[in-house]
């Protein structure tokens, strides 16, 4: 079965700066998926950002950036340019590619807080 | 323009007492899934379906029963509530992972606060 471990439970960055989530999984499948989720106080579960384990380049959206280490399977977040709104838990998830097993599978999460 | 609908968002059980928490998906999606979220845990699969008429276990399984008669519907039941069932349910929908079209998203309801007392 397929782990992932968040090991930050909390982490804080001055607004502006920029911050890095880490995220370690383990698999022993060659294709999968990885995923960043951002849960708000309203507990809504909003997609960041996604990453196929088949392409090497790493994934961005705006501020958000991933570096994904395929071989050392580690899945980090970077979040650029940190703002007042990114306060929240963010959640790593795992998706096997393989069919009828494809449930995601979730780390502890991170909260991060943003200093004003 | 609904998604991933759940119902009801909020309900105190005594124990003992049964319940069934309902999520309807609108997008014609083949897998439907319930989670349940603790503090310090995460989220944790309970069962899945990977199409109607079909269920399968997931992490914490143990005293939930679920159903998927209808392909937009996955029902999860609790028969007999326990204190250490009070947690967020969340409903997931998604297509198959490899089916490139859907973007491989899974699409997450508004989740269900239950307490048990």
């Known amino acids: 079965a397929q782990t992932v471990t968040q090991s930050q439970p909390e982490m804080s960055v001055q607004e502006a700066e920029t911050v890095t989530l880490s995220c370690t999984y383990d698999?022993?499948?060659?294709?999968?998926?990885l995923f960043w989720y951002k849960q708000p106080p309203s507990r809504q579960m909003i997609l960041v950002i996604r990453?196929?384990?088949?392409?090497?380049q790493n994934a961005t959206e705006n501020r958000f950036s991933v570096n994904f280490q395929k071989a050392a399977k580690s899945f980090s977040l970077k979040i650029s340019d940190s703002q007042l709104g990114d306060a929240a838990m963010y959640f790593c998830?795992?998706?096997?590619?393989?069919?009828?097993?494809?449930?995601?599978?979730f780390g502890t999460g991170t909260r991060l807080t943003i200093i004003p | 323009n609904a998604g991933v609908t759940q119902t009801p968002k909020f309900r105190v059980l005594k124990t003992g007492q049964s319940m069934t928490l309902l999520c309807a998906q609108d997008m014609n999606h083949e897998y439907m899934y319930w989670y349940r979220q603790d503090p310090g845990m995460g989220l944790r699969l309970i069962h899945y379906s990977v199409g109607e008429g079909t269920t399968a276990k997931g992490e914490v399984p143990d005293g939930y029963n679920v159903s998927r008669l209808k392909k937009q519907n996955f029902l999860l039941g609790l028969e007999s509530a326990a204190p250490s069932q009070t947690s967020v349910y969340f409903c997931?929908?998604?297509?198959?992972?490899?089916?490139?079209?859907?973007?491989?998203?899974?699409?997450f309801g508004e989740g269900s606060w239950l307490t048990v007392v």
């Open positions: 990453q196929e384990a088949y392409k090497q």
């Open positions: 998830a795992y998706r096997s590619s393989n069919f009828g097993n494809e449930k995601l599978t």
């Open positions: 997931a929908s998604s297509q198959p992972a490899g089916l490139i079209s859907s973007g491989n998203t899974i699409y």
């Open positions: 698999t022993s499948e060659s294709d999968y998926y």
